[in-house]
């Protein structure tokens, strides 16, 4: 998107000049009033220039990532305030990408651009012990551009300050973005990783199923979430397809091979993920505990949202029953994880935030057989709660809550299934700082 497009759409107010030197002590300024709109992409600028007393601001927002560099771009910028304003005048700028900033700017009758990524009180961020300030520094402003626009140009061959740059913008995004799709929040790959690994609210494992149950269950499920994170509006699909196998005749060890997949939108740009985790359930008490080693693999992509990357997972799940409670039994999970992004291929540029978290899952869920009979089936109500933390690489969130209730139904008496739900109806809720979700589903075993 062209910068002269938005130039003209947008308001224009007085503002003070950011300071370079600034960003690293006081958080980013509100130029132009950008910090009102609603974009997923956000950029405030300003222009001061001291010749001839020339100072304006205005805030500009756009929903992809594409050009987003062009509002450094003198030759643009001079369509609005005019050839000397935009090659003498002070110009500062801050970018919020998708809840990550960049400050940028052009000194008085200075060439050189100067890029940091910084956190949102201002301070310029560290990644392997580097700090994340850049500096292009041409004859004239246009050639600093052009080595900022050729830097990032992922259709070139990468650059070492290209390079780092956007692995700083990566990095910044697990940090501060509460919506990025690969890692540090709630709804990214990584969390949905680590609640495949130990989902309490579905009573799919092994220790849950009846002595005498039959058969090795496919389980197909799917489920819409909607909710919020600061200004961004959350709307997703997940669908799930599970399959369980008997790994020895006479053992009741199972080895699942589950399939979870998803579409997000986020403020009106999409997402999409798929991951594939084997599972080894085995019993070390019958009908009482078992442990569940895992290995899982994620990707993500989002062309509009500049994301791309994949994880992978490796965890061990415990799950304990305790009958008797009541005319219910509770089942106690534990899990342990840990999981590490991967560089992107296909591409000259390591997107790889370079992020290693152990995550840490416990919770309960309490599983209640209903006298009441629905379709002419037993029904069962299950209840469950589980806490999940990071430890590692800094996150956005690295804690969330997840709690949830369900109706299950039964097979019919006279079915060997008849310990087993064969469908069951979810309802749950998922919440962090600053992150809040709602989630509806429907799941089926046969």
């Given at each position: ?6 130039i003209?759409?947008a308001a ?5 000049l ?7 002590q006081?958080?980013?300024p ?9 974009g997923?992409?956000?950029?405030g ?12 601001a205005a805030g ?7 050009d ?7 030759s643009?910028?001079?369509l609005?305030?005019?050839q000397q304003?935009?090659q ?9 990408i ?7 700017s052009?000194?008085?009758n200075?060439?050189?651009l100067t890029i940091?990524?910084v ?8 990644v392997n012990?580097a ?8 004859l004239?402003?246009?050639?600093s551009?052009n080595?900022?626009?050729?830097a ?8 070492p ?9 990566q ?7 509460p919506?990025?799709p690969l890692a540090g ?8 990783l ?9 009573n799919?494992?092994l220790v849950?199923q ?5 058969g ?7 489920a ?18 599970q399959r369980s ?8 060890a ?24 084997i599972?080894?359930?085995?019993p070390l ?9 895992r290995v ?7 062309g509009?949202a500049g994301?791309?990357?994949?994880i992978v997972q490796?965890?061990?799940t ?6 008797g409670l009541g005319?219910?039994r509770l ?11 991967l560089?992107?291929?296909?591409t ?6 370079d992020?290693?978290n152990w ?5 309960l ?15 069962s109500?299950?209840?469950s709660?589980s806490?999940?933390h ?6 956005f969130?690295?804690?969330?809550h997840?709690a949830a209730?369900?109706i299950?139904?039964r097979?019919r ?14 309802i ?19």
């Amino acid at each position: 998107m062209s910068i002269r497009t938005i130039i003209g759409l947008a308001a224009v107010s007085a503002t003070a000049l950011l300071a370079p030197e600034a960003s690293a002590q006081t958080a980013p300024p509100n130029l132009g009033n950008f910090q009102a709109l609603d974009g997923l992409f956000r950029v405030g600028i300003s222009v001061n220039n001291q010749l001839n007393g020339f100072d304006q601001a205005a805030g500009f927002q756009q929903s992809t990532i594409t050009d987003l560099q062009t509002y450094l771009d003198p030759s643009e910028i001079a369509l609005r305030v005019g050839q000397q304003n935009a090659q003498f005048g002070a110009i500062s700028a801050v970018f919020d990408i998708r809840g990550a900033n960049a400050v940028a700017s052009y000194q008085q009758n200075g060439t050189a651009l100067t890029i940091n990524v910084v956190s949102p009180t201002g301070q310029v961020i560290q990644v392997n012990g580097a700090a994340c300030s850049f500096t292009f520094n041409g004859l004239t402003r246009q050639q600093s551009y052009n080595q900022l626009d050729n830097a990032v140009d992922t259709d070139l061959d990468p650059t070492p300050v290209g390079q780092a740059l956007l692995q700083c913008l990566q990095t910044g995004l697990a940090r501060f973005s509460p919506i990025d799709p690969l890692a540090g929040n709630p709804g990214s790959l990584q969390a949905s990783l680590t609640r495949s690994a130990l989902d309490l609210s579905d009573n799919d494992s092994l220790v849950e199923q009846g002595a005498n149950t039959a058969g090795t269950p496919w389980i197909v499920g799917a489920a819409y979430t909607t909710g919020s994170a600061g200004r961004f509006g959350i709307d997703r699909f997940d669908a799930r397809l599970q399959r369980s196998f008997r790994v020895l005749e006479g053992s009741r060890a199972l080895l699942k091979i589950d399939l979870p997949f998803n579409y997000s939108r986020i403020n009106g740009v999409d997402a999409f993920s798929g991951q594939i985790g084997i599972g080894l359930e085995v019993p070390l008490i019958s009908q009482k505990w078992t442990v569940e080693p895992r290995v899982a693999y994620g990707a993500v992509y989002s062309g509009d949202a500049g994301s791309a990357g994949h994880i992978v997972q490796f965890s061990a799940t415990s799950r304990f029953v305790v009958q008797g409670l009541g005319r219910g039994r509770l089942v106690i999970g534990n899990m342990v994880g840990y999981s590490q992004t991967l560089d992107v291929p296909g591409t000259g540029f390591n997107l790889n935030p370079d992020l290693k978290n152990w995550s840490l899952r416990n919770g309960l869920a309490y599983d209640l057989p209903l006298k009441a009979r629905i379709f002419s089936r037993s029904s069962s109500l299950r209840a469950s709660y589980s806490f999940t933390h990071y430890l590692g690489s800094e996150l956005f969130n690295n804690s969330f809550h997840e709690a949830a209730i369900s109706i299950g139904l039964r097979g019919r008496e006279d079915s060997v299934r008849a310990s087993r739900d064969l469908i069951r109806l979810n309802i749950s809720t998922i919440l962090a700082r600053g992150y809040s979700t709602y989630n509806m589903g429907v799941g089926f075993k046969f």
